[in-house]
């Protein structure tokens, strides 16, 4: 092939991919696109990015695991500032970024009938003045969004770990109410610190419930002269692991395979500290608040105050093979009220090694397809391939990826150019969190074999980009390969 211009050479080798993907399959792994060679493409990589989130704060209402429903406050993420296509949800939606991800503004629109703000505690932003009640008490942290306004919210430089977001205004009570949520940011791909590598992930927050508040804000029944005049009376009923409490029949949560580094965010947004406990195994504290300790300490239980953070790393042996391991709060917040079995803040991790999928799941043909109950032929069979992208539904779903929108698989979009001090970045996407991804590499097509560049890579909803620094051949040709699951 003559070197042409980048978008030229770029669309023949997507052309590549689309007519020849059967060759790309091997035994337990997806090898999701055919090899490019490292001095074709010139795009390069743009860093330091800022990510721009739109969250609206709203009213919502949850179940609890014996019937009782309570009404929450909470945040949705919409696509834009113009529109309001998000859920408002409890926790509210976690806020992922990747290693170039390096300043973040929040766009706050509040449709609730008090002024809400967000702060995240241990990231440095340009708060201004607290904002205070008539009578001179402060009242928030940082500027607030009034009932029906907006408010923007800026951290310049936000530093990698796990930390919590939440209302900044009154937040006794709102961070009660379920005005909070998960941000974390990576030090690069696969890493959550520098040197701290991890295959799966999990993000656990820890809360409670104290329904009486919850009635008396929704019937404006709360705040000076009412029937309910603070928290200093309150008292959780409901406890919950990310928004759910523990029933009798919960299945347990795949956490990953014998040999993975597990991470286990734990974050308390109750107003009491929790205890998460690993029952049969032990885990390594890495982190507080987003800051490295300076000793791993290996223990089987950790201590959160409120709206603390906690970074573990959690890894069962290959040969002590397939386990599942109750994770709960040793303080026993383990009840649902006065609901009888066991309850509350309990989880199950279930580290084993799954079957690959052979049919796409129902609940997956509901989330891209809609909810039916009759679809055109020819949309969700496993081996259908309804966007024309060369991809079938049972590699959309493995992946990741839309499968109605052609423009979403996997492949790689580009190589930087290649340079003697810092080697090729290989970038590559659509790429999907929990998923895990190795980067091959040979010099010969025809007779050479595949090298390991990157193995078990934690994967990251978007595009990922990994470095080969090894030193510049003539011609050196890369794949991606995906593992399944």
Sequence with gaps: MKKTTTLATFRCLRMLYRLQPARCVLTKARTTLLVFSACLLTAGIGLGAQVDIYLRAGTTTLTMADGRPVVMWGFAQDSGPLVQDGTVTVPGPSIALGPDAQGLVIHLKNTLPEPVSVVIPGQF??????????DGRARSFTHEAPPGGTADYTWPNVQPGTYVYHSGSHPALQVQM?????????????????GVRFEREMTLLWGEVDPDLHDAVAADDYGPD???TSTLKYRPQYFLINGVSYTNGLLPTFAGRPGDR?????????LDYRIPTLNGGYFSLLSEDGSLLPFPRETYTAML???????????VSPSDGPQTFALYDRRLGLVNAMAAGAGGMLTHLDVSTPACPVDVSADWIIANFGPGPVYPPGTTGPQDDPDADGV????????GTKPADPLSYLRITALSPPDPLAGTVITFGDTAAGRLYNVESCTN???????????NIAGFAGAMWLTDARPLVPERFYRIKLACP
Excluded at 178 to 194: H, Q, V
Excluded at 306 to 314: E, G, H, V
Excluded at 445 to 455: A, E
């Design 125 to 134: 932003a340009v708060q201004g003045n607290p904002e205070r009640n008539p």
């Design 445 to 455: 097509l025809l007779s050479g074999t595949w090298d390991t560049v990157h193995t």
């Design 262 to 270: 597990i991470l286990l965010r734990l974050i308390n947004v109750g």
């Design 226 to 228: 009412k029937t309910v």
């Design 178 to 194: 379920g005005l909070y949520g998960a941000l974390t940011r990576l030090s690069g791909f696969g890493e959550a610190y520098p």
């Design 392 to 399: 079938v539904n049972l590699d959309e779903y493995i992946s």
């Design 305 to 315: 105050s409120p709206l603390k953070t906690m970074d573990a790393l959690f890894t």
